[in-house]
C-alpha cells in the first residue's frame, strides 16, 4: 500500500508564507510605507531641478525650455505629494460594526482600492516629476551660455607693461 499524503514542498511552504502576510493589514501598512517614500522622495525632484546643486534655482527662469520643463516637474511633483498625502488620511468610520465581518471586508477592501490607487498615482506622477525635472537640469546646461575665459591683461584690455 502506498501512501497517498505528499509532503508539502519547501516551495510550496515559501509560496504558504508568503500568503498569510498577504492581510488587509498588511496591504494597508504597504501602501503606507510607499506614500510616505512618495512624500519624502520629492526633495530628489528639487535637487534634479537645481542640477544636482550645480545650478542656481533661478538659471532656467531665463530659457524657455527649461522654464517650461520646470513649470511641469513642479505642477508634477505637487501633484505627486498631493495624491500621496491623499492616500495617508485617517479614516476613522464610526459606523463600522467589528463583529459584523463582511462589514469589516468591505471597509478593508474599500480602503485599499482607495489608497492603493492614490499610491500608484504619486508613484507614477513622482518618476514623471524626476524625468521632467532632469530634463530642467539638461535643458539649462545645454543652454547657458559658458563664461568667458580670463586672459592674462588687466581689465583695461591692454596688454602689461614690461619693466
Known amino acids: 500500500m502506498t501512501d497517498s499524503v505528499q509532503r508539502t514542498s519547501q516551495d510550496d511552504q515559501d509560496w504558504a508564507d508568503l ?7 498588511a496591504s494597508l501598512a504597504r501602501i503606507d510605507t510607499v506614500g510616505g517614500r512618495a ?16 545650478l542656481a534655482a533661478g538659471q532656467f527662469a531665463r530659457h524657455g525650455a527649461a522654464r517650461g520643463f520646470a513649470v511641469a516637474a513642479v505642477i508634477t511633483a505637487t501633484l505627486a505629494v498631493a495624491c500621496a498625502l491623499t492616500a495617508q488620511v485617517l479614516t476613522v468610520s464610526h459606523k463600522l460594526n467589528a463583529d459584523n465581518l463582511k462589514q469589516v471586508q468591505a471597509w478593508y477592501e474599500s480602503q485599499f482600492r482607495f489608497r492603493a490607487r492614490a499610491t500608484q498615482v504619486a508613484t507614477i506622477l513622482l518618476i514623471l516629476a524626476a524625468v521632467l525635472a532632469g530634463a530642467t537640469a539638461t535643458a539649462t546646461l545645454v543652454t547657458t551660455p559658458q563664461p568667458a575665459k580670463a586672459t592674462s591683461h588687466s581689465h583695461t584690455g591692454k596688454a602689461p607693461r614690461r619693466a
Open 19 to 25: 500568503a498569510r502576510q498577504l492581510t488587509p493589514a
Open 39 to 54: 512624500v519624502t522622495t520629492i526633495t530628489v525632484i528639487g535637487l534634479l531641478l537645481t542640477g544636482l546643486g550645480t
